[in-house]
Structures are given as C-alpha cells and as structure tokens.
C-alpha cells in the first residue's frame, strides 16, 4: 500500500522541491524524455514531472538517486532560502570572465586542480551545475590570479593563452 503523503501534496516546500528538480534538470539540458530515456526509465517523465510541479512527493532515496544521476550534491535538489544570488558590486573595476569548463577538465597539473576545485566551489555556492561553462566575477577574479600566478587585469589574458576563456 502507498503511503499518503507520497501522493498530492502540493504543499509550498514540495513545489520549492520541484523548482529546483526542474532548475538542475534544465541546466543539464536535459528533457523529462531525455532523462526517462538515459536513466533506464528508473526515471518516468511522468513521474519526474509530477515531482517538479509539486504534486507528488519524492523519497530521500530516490532523491539521492536523481542526485547521482544528474552528478550534483543531494543538498542541490532542495531549496535554500538562504541562498540569494551575490549582488554585483557597483562599478568593481574587474569585469567578467566566462570559463569553458569542458576544456578545463582536459588539462591536467596542480594550478588546474586548483582551479577545477575552486570553480566547483562556485557552481556549488550558485547552484550552476550547467557544467559547460561557469562566469567568474568580483573579488573572485583576484583569486585565479593568484592560482594563475599573474596580475589581477591580466587573468583574461591568461585564460585565453591557455585557450580557456568560453566563446558561444
């Protein structure tokens, strides 16, 4: 017999639950077809759905398995109200730089372990789990120029001689 609460309940944590299932599953670029097709059918579209919108609720272990499944943290999937984007600061002299994480990943030795870890860091912080690409901005900057061992204004630079600076 099923239990209760597994079924319709579309209370407001359980749709905030589902707004981040929908948030991680959309910056995996991935379908609710897609992830049923991938995942074996362990997944139904129906069901991933269902979840997503809050109508049905999901069990811890089965959110532990869509956690591994999508490669994210288990704490991913569920909302923090904590959690708020970091405001830009206003007129910061350092500008954006975007980091092809898929080239990063094929190069190897300690600056570039660092660096992975510390752009997971970030993903985590900003729960970016896209994989393909993370914007580094603000003081953030000053840090790879450290791990780059290069001035602050000269990261973008850096990056790109190592042909790691993200172009769409």
Known sequence: MREFDDDATSSPYSRKVGER????RRQKRLSL??????SSEEFKA??????ERGER?????????????????????????DVTAPAEAEGA??????????????LSGQPF??????????????????????TVRGDDTRAL???????????AQRL???????RP
């Open 21 to 24: 299932l929908r948030v991680i």
């Open 46 to 51: 129906s069901v991933l759905g269902a979840y």
């Open 33 to 38: 077809q897609e992830v049923e097709a991938t």
């Open 113 to 134: 372990e660092m660096l992975t870890r510390f752009l997971k860091m970030i993903q985590v912080q900003r729960q970016d789990f896209n994989g393909k690409v993370i």
């Open 93 to 106: 002299a350092t500008a954006k730089v975007a980091i092809d994480l898929v080239k990063l990943t094929q």
């Open 57 to 81: 609720a999901i069990s811890v272990p089965r959110l532990e398995r869509l956690a591994k499944f999508y490669n994210v943290p288990v704490d991913q999937l569920l909302p923090r109200d």
């Open 145 to 155: 120029a450290a791990m780059l061992d290069v001035p602050v204004d000269q990261v």
């Open 160 to 166: 790109d001689a190592l042909d790691l600076l993200y």
